[in-house]
């Protein structure tokens, strides 16, 4: 019991790296044996699992039988997804009626589009929360909607307005809980910031006319457009979930050979290469390989080579340590990679004003005394030593308690970025 008691960071990355790694092989090719791993490691097996978002995929699949307290977790977080799904197709059906009403178009975003799609059963894919994008003119409109089914805003960030329920309480458990409540994301654009250049794709990606209530994506296409750009994001802030690559190879078995040239794009996306190689690394002849050929001479050769050498574990939540300078090889050029090392160390205020609101809306971070530290002591921190990144080490902590502790947000990449900056 003592290395459950008193881990080592050494061990629990070790033990982070092995586990979540033979998940992901596990998705991909059920064995008929359980891995021989020591207490702590089925434990850290729990925290992998459930920031990685694919609990009750694994509950689904594995054709062997772990510890009863593993079968349980699974057992548990199946449930508890289905019945959390039940009440996210309740909250999306009042939002369309809502929204007709007003009068004011949603498109829905990425796990609910997958959903609708047939991509997935009910109970097999968790959503933490609901993304929704409208035109920039109708973002008073929505809000208006969204107010009227119960919520109010709680975070606005460069990426989105969060809206939690007025009534909801503080999260509890660990993993996926049906008694969570459901926030929704609203964007007036999609874009990511890889890391200093923003890519923006919010009129590849929506119908052009779209009608009051909630709509779909222009088309499949442009559905997995969206999943790769919000796939590179993660990649850059080392928040990718494998849930994430699981959903592109299954969408990927859909695509047509125009499908791919529309996804590719005209130039091609060059930062769309690490994310469909990572999931053809895992989910093996899911992607053309001259859809990769194409976007590999678009990309550029700096990070065309420093991802062809990262693991699932390097590029996300399982990568325990803070990194001085994470996804830097996401800058193109020597100007951009010199001008994110200087944001780095000299964070604008726009970014430590993020940092301040990220603490209020998520409680749990006042625990760390990273959110507090000035930073010019972060930056010791970095030339000094490796430090845990905080949101993996309390998910980590919530496996190796037997009682349920706050659950970290690991679906949620701007978090991440702003108070491990």
Known sequence: MRELLEPRPTDIAAALRTTTEALARELVSPTARAPEWTELEWRIAEAASAMHGVSALLGGASRWEGPARWQRFLQEQRHQTSSRHAGIVELLRNLDTLSRREGVAMTTLKGVALHALGVYRPGERPMADVDLVVRASDRAAATRVLEAAGYAVCLRTWKHDNFAPRAAHGIVGFGESAANPVNVDLHVRIRERLPVVEVDITPKVLVSQPQPGLNDYRSIAALMTHLLLHAAGNMRFRSLRLIQLHDIARLAARLTADDWNAVVGIPPHWWALPPLQLASHYFPQVVPLDVLARLERACPRWLRRACRRQSLTDVSLSNLWI???????????????????????????????????????????????WTRMPQ?????????????????WHSVAAALRDAPVEAAPAQRPEVSSAYNA
Request: net charge positive.
């Open 323 to 369: 990194e001085a300078f994470p996804g830097i090889e996401w800058s193109p050029t020597p100007r951009e990679r010199v001008r994110y090392v200087v944001d780095r160390i000299w964070p604008r205020r726009e970014v430590l004003v993020a940092r301040e609101d990220v603490v209020r809306a998520v409680p749990w971070l006042a625990e760390s005394a």
């Open 376 to 392: 010019w002591r972060r930056i010791l921190h970095w030339a000094r030593s490796r430090r845990p990144r905080y949101e993996t």
